[in-house]
């Protein structure tokens, strides 16, 4: 039998993360991801849907990568098709610009998950498929918790450096 441990030993629970409907503004992800990063915790926010029927259907999810380039969107676009242009106050009025959409237009859809039974193997494998940092973790049908790469890296820090 292999001494391999599985992925429910590593996931975080998704009671430690905060949920935020994908109809809210952008401007809410930016205050929530600044208290997950106050906390100390994974930053990723849960997207749910809006109507009360789907409150707890995840939807997505967003991380400062979606909340950076999300906001920044429209205008990295453009200059990719026009070269370099005029910088100056661009951010600022970027990012104000895009405080006011949706989490829904710029959170990340789920791509993959992983079954909490499964070994630490296939959320290396899934994650490399799928380049994302993190998979939601299932048992049955249910989403019960993430696992991060950064969960991973800890677990292969234990086992090359046991001494």
Same mark, same amino acid.
């Given at each position: 039998?292999?001494?391999?441990?599985?992925?429910?030993?590593?996931?975080?629970?998704?009671?430690?993360?905060?949920?935020?409907?994908?109809? *809210?503004?952008?401007? #809410? @992800?930016?205050? %929530?991801? !600044?208290?997950?990063?106050?906390? $100390?915790?994974?930053?990723?926010? &849960?997207?749910?849907?809006?109507?009360?029927?789907?409150?707890?259907?995840?939807?997505?999810?967003?991380?400062?990568?979606?909340?950076?380039?999300?906001?920044?969107?429209?205008?990295?676009?453009?200059?990719?098709?026009?070269?370099?242009?005029?910088? *100056?106050?661009?951010? #600022? @009025?970027?990012? %104000?610009? !895009?405080?006011?959409?949706?989490? $829904?237009?710029?959170?990340?859809? &789920?791509?993959?998950?992983?079954?909490?039974?499964?070994?630490?193997?296939?959320?290396?494998?899934?994650?490399?498929?799928?380049?994302?940092?993190?998979?939601?973790?299932?048992?049955?049908?249910?989403?019960?918790?993430?696992?991060?790469?950064?969960?991973?890296?800890?677990?292969?820090?234990?086992?090359?450096?046991?001494?």
């Amino acid at each position: 039998m292999s001494s391999e441990r599985l992925i429910k030993d590593f996931m975080c629970p998704l009671d430690r993360y905060y949920y935020i409907k994908q109809e *809210e503004p952008v401007q #809410e @992800a930016v205050r %929530l991801m !600044g208290r997950t990063v106050g906390e $100390g915790s994974h930053p990723c926010l &849960i997207v749910v849907g809006e109507e009360p029927s789907e409150k707890d259907i995840i939807k997505g999810f967003v991380t400062p990568t979606e909340l950076v380039f999300g906001l920044a969107g429209h205008f990295l676009k453009g200059a990719q098709k026009s070269g370099p242009i005029f910088w *100056e106050g661009q951010f #600022e @009025a970027e990012c %104000l610009d !895009g405080a006011k959409k949706h989490v $829904g237009e710029i959170m990340f859809p &789920i791509k993959a998950c992983v079954r909490d039974t499964e070994m630490l193997m296939e959320a290396v494998f899934l994650l490399n498929k799928y380049q994302v940092d993190f998979l939601p973790v299932v048992k049955e049908e249910d989403v019960v918790g993430m696992i991060h790469l950064e969960d991973i890296m800890r677990e292969i820090e234990r086992m090359v450096l046991k001494d």
